[in-house]
């Protein structure tokens, strides 16, 4: 048993860096195959009409969840000193509550102008829960940054498998009785729930000597401090953000509810098998960065290994789906889905360009280039217009979006290659 323990030992990362990562990573590779693993249940349960009612919601949702917390939840993990970051934290709840109120007064007077608007009535009603939503995506994404600065990596990665578990009890049971969206809506609003507060009761147990001193004056200065993220942050953000949700919007409108419905299952399924490592690896290296002992050295260095590690690790992902895309669709999900498949074939190789590029655009959180990274989102929300205006066919549309976005997310890379100081100066 003593050599057993020992030899296995030997297959461990040595370096806190390297355990950190595997833990994220087992726990989100975990997390992300859950939803996946159940896909093929819920196409079959769900139409791709309800797929794109959920995705016009959920279009919406994500929308709205970027201002949600001014974006103060992005500064939680600079300052130094704890009691500054604890006092974010308290801000950025405080805004969170504010703005969901806003939204919820909002839609009391504006829902059934905001159905006509979309052209899809029945989801009148269901814009009542969107405020909830935002709200709790708020506290979670707060909640999950503190977590994250004090290397709760277990925390996070356990939370995340909770979440995608509930999430996706929610949805298999809720197809089973009857099919309905609305269903797929509550099954993400309980999964936030769990999680949010999974994060809060962790924070509580350990944490609670770091909000003693919670005064409002001091989150006025931090507020000054960091004021870029709600000027400059949210506004690219947005722009982030609506570059893929504002095509889940705007496709119902342009193709019908089944089109929307197909490319929303296509961006669920290319997105999950390279996020698996994706996200984890960039969540432990924004503490890495952020660390007062990193060099301008090793901000070169950390750039070079993330950029061959993605490099890499994407490119068997990319060759799947390009090689056996519309089969796996159609073989997966059924075959009312193989239109599915020839969307994935499209979109896969912006995916890969958008997997190396993702990590790497931290540098620009970095080095408070926010304005920059504000022009860059914005231009992949006039992608996502023109590709949906100025062409005939939903396939035209996708097809323009591919090549759109690969050419921005390679100008990231190149920008953040230049701030990581791979350049020179």
């Known amino acids: 048993m003593h050599l057993s323990l020992e030899s296995s030992k030997r297959f461990l990362p040595k370096s806190e860096f390297g355990r950190n990562v595997v833990t994220l990573m087992t726990g989100t590779v975990i997390a992300q195959a859950i939803p996946i693993a159940i896909s093929p249940i819920l196409t079959r349960l769900y139409s791709p009409e309800e797929f794109g009612l959920f995705a016009l919601y959920m279009g919406l949702a994500a929308i709205l969840s970027v201002i949600v917390t001014g974006r103060y939840e992005q500064a939680i993990m600079l300052p130094a000193d704890d009691d500054d970051a604890a006092n974010l934290v308290v801000l950025s709840l405080a805004i969170t509550v504010i703005i969901s109120l806003l939204v919820l007064l909002l839609i009391f007077l504006t829902s059934s102008n905001v159905a006509s608007a979309l052209e899809k009535p029945e989801i009148e009603a269901w814009l009542f829960l969107l405020p909830v939503t935002i709200f709790l995506t708020g506290i979670y994404q707060t909640l999950n940054y503190w977590n994250n600065r004090k290397k709760q990596y277990k ?218 990274d504000m022009i860059g989102q914005t231009l992949f929300v006039l992608s996502s217009i023109l590709s949906l205006l100025f062409t005939a066919t939903i396939k035209e549309s996708i097809i323009m979006i591919g090549y759109l976005f690969s050419a921005i997310y390679l100008i990231y890379i190149l920008y953040s290659a230049k701030l990581a100081g791979l350049f020179g100066e």
């Open 155 to 372: 925390t996070l990665a356990k939370n995340r498998i909770y979440q995608s578990t509930t999430m996706s009890i929610m949805h298999i049971g809720g197809g089973f009785i009857s099919g309905s969206g609305l269903f797929l809506i509550f099954g993400n609003l309980i999964g936030n729930i769990a999680s949010a507060f999974f994060l809060g009761l962790n924070i509580f147990k350990k944490d609670s000597s770091s909000f003693i001193d919670i005064r409002k004056d001091k989150q006025i200065l931090l507020a000054k401090r960091y004021k870029k993220f709600p000027i400059f942050d949210t506004w690219g953000a947005l722009a982030n953000v609506s570059s893929y949700q504002i095509q889940n919007i705007l496709l119902p409108i342009f193709y019908g509810l089944s089109s929307a419905g197909f490319y929303f299952v296509v961006l669920r399924v290319l997105q999950a098998p390279l996020s698996l490592i994706n996200t984890s690896l960039t969540e432990v290296y924004k503490q890495k960065l952020t660390d007062p002992k990193t060099t301008d050295d090793d901000l070169k260095r950390y750039y070079k290994k993330m950029f061959v590690f993605l490099l890499s690790i994407g490119l068997p992902p990319l060759v799947l789906f390009m090689l056996i895309g519309e089969e796996l669709f159609s073989f997966a999900f059924g075959s009312e889905w193989q239109v599915a498949g020839e969307y994935a074939i499209i979109l896969s190789p912006m995916f890969y360009i958008r997997f190396i590029a993702s990590p790497l655009s931290y540098f620009l959180y970095l080095k408070e280039k926010q304005e920059i």
